[in-house]
Nanobody, 121 residues
Framework: QVQLVESGGGLVQFGGSLRLSCAASGIIFSIYTMGWYRQAPGKQRELVATIDSGGRINYADSVKGRFTISRDNAKNTVYLQMNSLKPEDTAVYYC???????????????WGQGTQVTVSS
């Protein structure tokens, strides 16, 4: 049974920082592409960042230079360091895990339950 358990969300002021963590189980963590998505109220879910098994990273333009994704394969954990937070970063943040198949997929294979991040102005 695959489990992705996020932690680290909360309320922070404009310009502040938070670090999200996601502990994975039930998968061979090291081969999976791990990622973070977010969904703000009334908006579609959007990609924030991904990191693949080789450490290649992709960021949404809206978070480049402010957010940093990283992974620790020994701990089966992926992180999202969020700095210079803005009210528009307010959303539920979801951890994802995707097994690379070489084929296009509409969405990652597995999702966590989400953690709320609220940035006050």
């Amino acid at each position: 049974q695959v489990q992705l358990v996020e932690s680290g969300g909360g309320l922070v002021q404009f310009g502040g920082s938070l670090r999200l963590s996601c502990a994975a189980s039930g998968i061979i963590f090291s081969i999976y592409t791990m990622g973070w998505y977010r969904q703000a109220p009334g908006k579609q879910r959007e990609l924030v960042a991904t990191i693949d098994s080789g450490g290649r990273i992709n960021y949404a333009d809206s978070v480049k230079g402010r957010f940093t994704i990283s992974r620790d394969n020994a701990k089966n954990t992926v992180y999202l360091q969020m700095n210079s937070l803005k009210p528009e970063d307010t959303a539920v943040y979801y951890c994802t895990a995707d097994r690379p198949t070489g084929l296009w997929k509409a969405k990652p294979d597995y999702w966590g339950q989400g953690t709320q991040v609220t940035v006050s102005s």
